[in-house]
């Protein structure tokens, strides 16, 4: 059956104040006013049914999902007893599900992740059911349409159409220069990795089994004890032991530069924005004449190209005479930096207080 599991995890450090280690960047309402996760589980009403709906993420974080996310059963909140990279999160999720559904085919989806419209994505989302389905050894990734030369998120090639949406991957590109994501855009076969895949639970986990080789029989037990009702027990045992490593660089990768399971991409042409840091923002927020944009009380004085966020409803921000600045205003701290130092706030957070991170 088809199932879902959304990657919840994380803490969003970059948008320090307003995600927290308590409150982290998937639980707030960044984008039309709704909570990222809410957002990625209501994108796949009449895709997926809520019973085949998972979400992994931090056990520290079950509280507030279910907060969020009432119709979510305990047995489908997959926590995790601390951040193990993407790999063992996707694969902690493919042996949970195969554990109950020995054909199950799970769409790894980001709750951190503005895609729009919904339409498009759950029809990019069905016909990588279907390239699955006709290929089971098969390993999925969603492209995303290029708009500029993005250096900031990796890049996948495709190859040759072999069914209705769906191409054959050549390999993948890691972030590039400014130089080499111009050419790739305008080469035409590239999209932007979209960190969002699909493929059967057993074909994952036999793909991570072939270039990863670790942690694998520990992560099926995993999925059998949580299946059974004794995921704390099975975790407590297991789960430090997994060594670390993303998917891209665990199984993605070294499966596109071989030949035993076949890498394929559906081009996703959304409207795609990936909330990592302030300036990233701009999409989802609200812009004036002169290129502020803003969300909650702010004033602007012949200020240009700001991005001012504040959450505080009893306090003002103000600027005048101010350009390419950030100013992040919440009842427990302020953040004020050049746009261009934006990407350092994580930087920034790991200096202060474990209690004020």
């Known amino acids: ?39 990625a589980w209501d994108r796949l009403d009449g895709a997926v049914p809520t019973e085949r709906r998972w979400v992994c993420t931090g056990a520290e974080y079950a509280e507030g999902v279910h907060g969020i996310l009432p119709d979510l059963a305990a047995s489908r909140l997959l926590g995790e007893p601390s951040p193990r990279d993407t790999v063992n999160a996707v694969a902690f999720s493919a042996a949970t599900m195969l554990a109950q559904d020995p054909d199950a085919v799970l769409a790894v989806l980001t709750a951190d992740q503005v895609i729009e419209p919904a339409g498009t994505f759950q029809q990019g989302l069905a016909d990588a059911y279907a390239a699955v389905e006709r290929e089971p050894e098969a390993l999925l990734t969603f492209a995303i349409e290029p708009t500029f030369p993005a ?28 130089e080499t994501a111009t050419a790739l855009l305008a080469d035409g076969g590239f999209g932007w990795n979209s960190g969002m895949f699909v493929f059967r639970a057993d074909t994952f986990l036999s793909a991570m089994r072939t270039y990863f080789g670790e942690g694998v029989d520990r992560l099926l037990e995993i999925g059998k004890g949580w299946a059974e ?62 290129g502020n944009r803003t969300q909650g009380l702010v004033t602007h004085l012949d200020s ?17 005479g101010c350009e390419d600045l950030v100013v992040v205003h919440t009842p427990r701290a302020t953040l ?22």
């Not at 960047?25 to 996760?37: C, F, S, V, Y």
């Not at 032991?241 to 499966?255: F, G, H, Q, R």
Request: net charge negative; with cysteine; glycine share 8%.
């Open 1 to 39: 059956m088809q199932h879902a599991v959304i990657m919840a995890g994380g803490i969003g450090s970059r948008l320090w104040p307003l995600s927290r280690a308590g409150r982290p960047k998937q639980m707030l309402p960044l984008a039309h006013g709704t909570p990222l996760l809410q957002a």
């Open 151 to 178: 250096t900031g998120y990796g890049w996948v090639e495709r190859r040759e159409e072999i069914a209705p949406g769906v191409f054959a991957v050549d390999r993948f590109v890691e972030k590039p220069d400014l």
């Open 229 to 290: 009702g004794r995921g704390a027990e099975v975790l407590a045992e297991h789960w430090e032991t997994l060594p670390k490593k993303s998917i891209d660089y665990a199984v993605m990768e070294p499966a596109a530069a071989g030949n035993q399971f076949p890498v394929r991409t559906v081009p996703l042409p959304v409207a795609w924005h990936d909330l990592g840091s302030w300036p990233s923002l701009d999409p989802v927020l609200s812009v004036d004449e002169a």
């Open 304 to 320: 240009k190209n700001c991005v001012c966020v504040n959450e505080d409803q009893y306090h003002r921000i103000t600027t005048i």
């Open 336 to 357: 004020v930096c050049p746009r261009d130092e934006a990407q350092r706030v994580k930087e920034l957070r790991n200096l202060l207080p474990e209690d004020e991170r």
